[in-house]
């Protein structure tokens, strides 16, 4: 949850049901310490990103970048090379990232809405 807005922060049995559904995820340590995580999912012919986090005292360090490689040549072994992920426009950090890795900008905006009764 340090890595991410309120918005966008999950608890941990919604974080542990995406990973014992997802189709590959794989987590970063540093000695005995949890520092990042990547979840994906996939179907027959591409898979998403559907999340991505590192602490944020570890963030800029390229653990990000190699649990995204992982991901990207896990899904090239299964014959999948279209991966998508979904990040918010004002996100740099993730944007620089996930060009870094070889992802292009689609051009598709989604709206975001959360109902707070």
């Not at 520092?35 to 944020?56: C, D, E, K």
């Not at 896990?74 to 890795?101: C, D, E, P």
Request: glycine share 6%; charged share 15%.
């Amino acid at each position: 949850n340090a890595s991410f807005e309120p918005l966008w922060r999950n608890s941990f049995d919604d974080i542990e049901n995406a990973y014992q559904n997802a189709a590959y995820a794989t987590i970063a340590r540093k000695g005995n310490q949890i520092i990042g995580y990547q979840i994906s999912s996939a179907t027959t012919n591409n898979a998403h990103l559907a999340r991505l986090a590192v602490l944020p005292e570890y963030q800029g360090h390229g653990y990000g970048s190699a649990l995204t490689n992982d991901l990207i040549a896990y899904f090239r072994r299964l014959g999948i090379s279209l991966i998508s992920v979904n990040t918010q426009n004002n996100n740099a950090a993730s944007l620089r990232v996930y060009k870094k890795m070889g992802f292009i900008l689609t051009g598709e905006r989604f709206p975001v809405m959360k109902y707070c009764p």
